[in-house]
Every structure is written in C-alpha cells, then in structure tokens.
C-alpha cells in the first residue's frame, strides 16, 4: 500500500508576520496621533520674522476679490469673509492667487457660507492673505502675527466696500472660522461710539465657527448686544457647532480663544464664557431644542456658485452647551464633519443652518428696514421757518 507522501506545511515566516504586524501597528497609531500627525505636518517651518509674505492686494481691482455683485439690487450688503481654505506649510499666509487655496474658496467656501445671503444681500467677499490652517493651533507669535496680518488685508477690504457701497442700505457682516475673528475686528474698529451710522444700519453680525468672548460684545463702546430673539437688530449673532463626538474640540474652544482687544492686538482669553445663540431658536437659551424647528440644511458644493440647494428639513437638533452648540449626529453622511486627517478644521462641504440663516437674515434686514423709516419720522428735519414771535428779554439785576 502506497502511503501518500508527507508534505510541509507552509507558515508564515517571523518576519513576514513581524512585518506585518508592525505596518498594523503603524495603522493604528496614524488614526489614533492623526490629529497631531496633521499639525506637525502643516507647520510651517520658516520663522514668520523671516519669511517674506505674499504680495498685498489691490482691493480697487477686481481680481482681489472673490465676490462682488455685478448690479447691486437687493435690499441690505452683506460683507463676508471666508474661512480657512489654505491648508500647506510653506507660508504662513497664503497668496491671494494660491490655486488650491483659491479652489476652496470658490467650490466650497463660497457656495456654503455666503450662499444663505444671496438671496437677499448683495454679498463683497475680498480674497486675503489668510493664515495658514496651523495658526489656529498656536497662540505663539507666529500665528498671531499671522492672524493679524490677514485682518489687515480684510479691513482694507471693508474701507474699499465702504466707500464703494450706498451709506444709507443696512449692512450685515458674515465671517466664519478664521474669518470670524476678522469679523470681531471689524467691530472692534468700526461700529464703536454712542452715534456711529454704521451700527445704526447694521442688521445683525453672524460670527460662525469662531469662539467668540462673551466679554468682546460686552467691552465694545457701548456694548453690543448678543441677540436674544430672532428679529432684533443691530447685535451679534455666534456659534460653533460641533457633533458630541467631537468634544476634544469642544474643550479646546471653551479653554482657549482669542479677542481683539482696545489696540488693535490679539490677547489669549483662557476659559472665558462663550457666546452660543442656537440658529433653532435664535436665542440664547440652554434647552435642547429638536429637529422640528429645523428650516434645513444644504450642500452647496459642485452646484455652481448661485444656485439654490436643496433644503434638508429638520434634518437635526441643537443645544447651547456652556458656549458650544452641540448638534445632533445628521442621517446624512455628506452633512458630517469628517474627523479624518484634520478635516474637521477645514471649510467644510456644507450648511448645517443654511435655510435658517436665509430666513433670519431676511427677517433681521426687514425688521432693520422698518426700524429705520422710524427713526427717520422721529428726527425728521423742520422743512421751513417758523415765526416765534417777539420774546422778551428779562434783564438780571444788578
């Protein structure tokens, strides 16, 4: 009988599974150290004191910006500024002609945070010399010197929109992200005094995605209100909103923001109270509040600047949670914060609040409109002379 020959079993050698256990391991540690792998990568490894900046802006030319209405028509100007959309190392602020930086802009940032005005606003959104992604990580000189040099390509901007625009239309300002902050400068340099035509025609100023001090609004002369109620006017609308898996960034933004302060320059606020009004309610109120009182949401990106989006009705709810809005997890995967490789610090692809902010700017400008024909009737001017008669001069006695 023919026995059947005997034949080895093949194993994996040591090193093969050594190897292999190695690349999981690797695996591993990049999605558990990616958020730190992403920072590392993306700082830039030139001094800011050193390095040359990128040419200034021309905001009398076109080119410097990335909106401007052809034939302003509607009934309020917004001014917007973008969010972060430069996410390399080389400099620590992008030119204004950067291709990929430029591409963000224009397929995701525009369409998704300016897109809820342009129905009803003529929206000038200037390109700036925006700081790199990593300067939202440091608050060391670099990223600071950073911040501020992109503020003052953004407030050269606004004096070009101010004298170019009709003084007497409302005005909103709109900034997410890093914009936002330069938003908060705007305010601190421009709508401050007891008498300021510029606050009176403000409709409201919406801060989204910047951690904005409670202690800013409250330091303004006079102070700014935070919104308390859907129609009110001339006050600050903020909030940054984050999904509960997300609270890492929830703590860092409550730990440490920045302020602009009386000189012009940028303080750290470590643990300062944050200002949440929920877009839900537009209050500041701390309650859940659900999906119902959702107009809806949108994608905007690859649809063409201009173009309406489709609502997503009550597609979440939201809760102000000690300055941070907490939104709940959307059924729709397009309308998550992804939380790989630093995208949750990006522009991001969507509008949560989209059609809500749509609604309540339209409310806010009317609401302004009406308050201003008001005020006009109130001080209307004396149309001609009037004859006092003769009044006579009692002498005072020696």
């Given at each position: 009988?023919?026995?059947?020959?005997?034949?080895?079993?093949?194993?994996?050698?040591?090193?093969?599974?050594?190897?292999?256990?190695?690349?999981?391991?690797?695996?591993?540690?990049?999605?558990?150290?990616?958020?730190?792998?992403?920072?590392?990568?993306?700082?830039?490894?030139?001094?800011?004191?050193?390095?040359?900046?990128?040419?200034?802006?021309?905001?009398?030319?076109?080119?410097?910006?990335?909106?401007?209405?052809?034939?302003?028509?509607?009934?309020?100007?917004?001014?917007?500024?973008?969010?972060?959309?430069?996410?390399?190392?080389?400099?620590?602020?992008?030119?204004?002609?950067?291709?990929?930086?430029?591409?963000?802009?224009?397929?995701?940032?525009?369409?998704?945070?300016?897109?809820?005005?342009?129905?009803?606003?003529?929206?000038?959104?200037?390109?700036?010399?925006?700081?790199?992604?990593?300067?939202?990580?440091?608050?060391?000189?670099?990223?600071?010197?950073?911040?501020?040099?992109?503020?003052?390509?953004?407030?050269?901007?606004?004096?070009?929109?101010?004298?170019?625009?009709?003084?007497?239309?409302?005005?909103?300002?709109?900034?997410?992200?890093?914009?936002?902050?330069?938003?908060?400068?705007?305010?601190?340099?421009?709508?401050?005094?007891?008498?300021?035509?510029?606050?009176?025609?403000?409709?409201?100023?919406?801060?989204?995605?910047?951690?904005?001090?409670?202690?800013?609004?409250?330091?303004?002369?006079?102070?700014?209100?935070?919104?308390?109620?859907?129609?009110?006017?001339?006050?600050?609308?903020?909030?940054?909103?984050?999904?509960?898996?997300?609270?890492?960034?929830?703590?860092?933004?409550?730990?440490?923001?920045?302020?602009?302060?009386?000189?012009?320059?940028?303080?750290?606020?470590?643990?300062?109270?944050?200002?949440?009004?929920?877009?839900?309610?537009?209050?500041?109120?701390?309650?859940?509040?659900?999906?119902?009182?959702?107009?809806?949401?949108?994608?905007?990106?690859?649809?063409?600047?201009?173009?309406?989006?489709?609502?997503?009705?009550?597609?979440?709810?939201?809760?102000?949670?000690?300055?941070?809005l907490v939104v709940d997890r959307p059924r729709q995967a397009y309308l998550r914060r992804s939380a790989w490789y630093g995208a949750k610090w990006k522009a991001q692809p969507f509008n949560l609040f989209y059609f809500d902010l749509e609604a309540n700017a339209r409310l806010r400008t009317q609401t302004l409109i009406e308050r201003l024909k008001?005020?006009?009737?109130?001080?209307?001017?004396?149309?001609?002379?009037?004859?006092?008669?003769?009044?006579?001069?009692?002498?005072?006695?020696?």
């Amino acid at each position: 009988m023919r026995r059947k020959a005997l034949t080895k079993r093949k194993f994996p050698s040591v090193g093969v599974m050594a190897a292999g256990l190695f690349g999981a391991a690797l695996v591993a540690a990049a999605i558990v150290f990616q958020d730190s792998i992403f920072r590392f990568v993306m700082s830039p490894r030139t001094p800011f004191q050193i390095a040359t900046p990128p040419p200034a802006p021309e905001y009398g030319a076109r080119g410097a910006w990335l909106l401007w209405p052809e034939a302003p028509s509607k009934a309020v100007d917004v001014f917007y500024v973008h969010s972060t959309a430069y996410y390399r190392r080389r400099r620590w602020n992008a030119s204004i002609n950067h291709d990929d930086a430029d591409r963000i802009r224009r397929m995701i940032a525009a369409p998704n945070e300016a897109g809820p005005f342009l129905e009803i606003a003529d929206v000038y959104g200037p390109r700036y010399r925006e700081a790199t992604v990593f300067s939202l990580f440091t608050h060391k000189y670099d990223g600071l010197a950073a911040r501020k040099l992109a503020y003052e390509d953004v407030r050269k901007a606004f004096e070009t929109f101010l004298a170019a625009r009709d003084p007497e239309r409302p005005l909103i300002l709109a900034g997410y992200g890093q914009g936002g902050l330069h938003v908060l400068g705007l305010l601190n340099d421009y709508f401050q005094g007891e008498i300021n035509p510029l606050r009176h025609r403000l409709a409201a100023a919406y801060v989204i995605g910047f951690p904005t001090p409670a202690e800013f609004a409250a330091r303004l002369a006079p102070p700014m209100p935070v919104c308390e109620s859907a129609g009110e006017v001339r006050c600050l609308v903020s909030y940054v909103d984050f999904e509960p898996r997300f609270n890492e960034e929830m703590a860092r933004a409550r730990r440490r923001s920045l302020v602009w302060d009386a000189n012009r320059d940028l303080a750290s606020t470590p643990g300062d109270a944050l200002i949440c009004v929920n877009p839900l309610t537009w209050t500041r109120d701390e309650s859940y509040q659900p999906p119902e009182k959702h107009v809806g949401a949108a994608s905007a990106t690859g649809i063409g600047f201009g173009a309406r989006p489709p609502i997503l009705a009550h597609a979440i709810g939201a809760k102000c949670d000690r300055g941070i809005l907490v939104v709940d997890r959307p059924r729709q995967a397009y309308l998550r914060r992804s939380a790989w490789y630093g995208a949750k610090w990006k522009a991001q692809p969507f509008n949560l609040f989209y059609f809500d902010l749509e609604a309540n700017a339209r409310l806010r400008t009317q609401t302004l409109i009406e308050r201003l024909k008001t005020d006009a009737e109130v001080l209307a001017p004396i149309s001609g002379a009037i004859d006092v008669g003769v009044s006579p001069v009692n002498k005072a006695p020696n």
